[in-house]
């Protein structure tokens, strides 16, 4: 083994990664930081976690997870091994030799990048950089963040990238929900210089089964963007034609579920009322914005984030017109039921969710709006939907469904009985295709 030491008697990066002794250090313990922090974990990589939430932190020390889909009972194995700890101290990184930046970058109230996340982090990071240490930022950003925004404010600590600390970017690829581990997910990653590459990726095989590492940091923060637009786009696609194919008595998901017969030439995309999630209601912007400092023009991209940034109203519309059609009767004051809140099934993820959007349109309507999903017995504060904050969900009874005007299934978690939610129903919306096995009172079902 080629152990080389560093200024100060101790051992320097390179050896600290073959000797399997470096400790790691994850700034952001949410839905991306948390497993990857196990992912390195289960490697036996020791780990720091950093979170500005002083709640989260607790709750980790006391080996219990506040993210549904990650159990708890792996918070309490990694805390009892005593390769993991969880602390809100930032002047620990000084004891990590990388460290991992997995914070949001959202879009501010004009639809342009925020990475006021990004930017506080890495000040925090600056304050206690030193020799030998790797970056690494995972949140998905537009191509350049880390040598324009990243580098700058890491170098005002001193220390120059590629000669005092390295420096690469690596997205995240989580599937939250999903049975993937995230081990087993390839991991991309791009270097801002060689060095910088060379040393992430052995970083990364420590823990991942698959490392492919391209020419740089931007082409790693552009391969992020590229997969989260091709979904947007073809999402995009699928909810225009299910508004097409719907005029045309044309049920959308059984021309998918033919469709995807095709062993060549078709991937299968869903329908529904509208994008939630972190990336792909966000990344194609934040290409669009940057793609214009460069006088180019995404109108293929802008144009699929127009339609589905409509599917929320396009669904009360179809909602509006059922109510008409069935009872005589309006939006306005009727007594409308949100079937699943979730931006995705049996998740308790609420950041983007278009059934947030739908509650505030209906809302706007004159309806009384209630929901029921048992991931959230009330609405936490959200970024963007403060007047929710708060608002109570409602049992799964017959006595409390049947009261209401119509249904909305707005995310098809699996725990609920369809066959019983439709039973008591006088009126479903169906936005996901969630009822496609229900039998009877089929009646009663429009699909949105």
Known sequence: MNIRVALGGSLDLQAKLESRTLTLGVIGLGYVGLPLTHAFWQAGVKVLGFDIDEKKVEKLNGG?????HFASDKVEGMTASGRFRPTSDFSELTGADAILICVPTPLNPTREPDLQAVVSTCEAIAAYLRPEHLIVLESTTYPGTTSEVVLPILETSGLKAGRDFYLAFSPEREDPGSKVETHTIPKIVGGWDERSGELATQLYTLAFERVYRVKDAQTAEAVKITENIFRAVNIALVNELKLAYSRMG??????????????????PFYPGPGLGGHCIPIDPFYLSWRARAFEIDTKFIELAGEVNRAMPRAVVNTLQDALNARFARAIKGARILIAGIAYKKNLDDLRESPALRIMEILQGLGAEVSYLDSFFPEIPRTREHANLQGMQGIAFAEE???????????????????????????????TRNATKSVRDGRDKIVLA
Request: charged share 20%.
């Open 400 to 430: 409390s469904v049947s009261s209401f005007d119509a249904v909305m299934i707005a995310t098809d978690h699996d725990c609920v009985d369809y066959e019983s939610l439709v039973r008591w129903s006088k009126l479903v919306i169906d």
């Open 250 to 267: 044309i049920n959308i998901w059984d021309v998918i579920e033919a469709a995807k017969t095709k062993p060549f030439g078709y991937m």
């Open 64 to 68: 219990i997870s506040y993210i549904n």
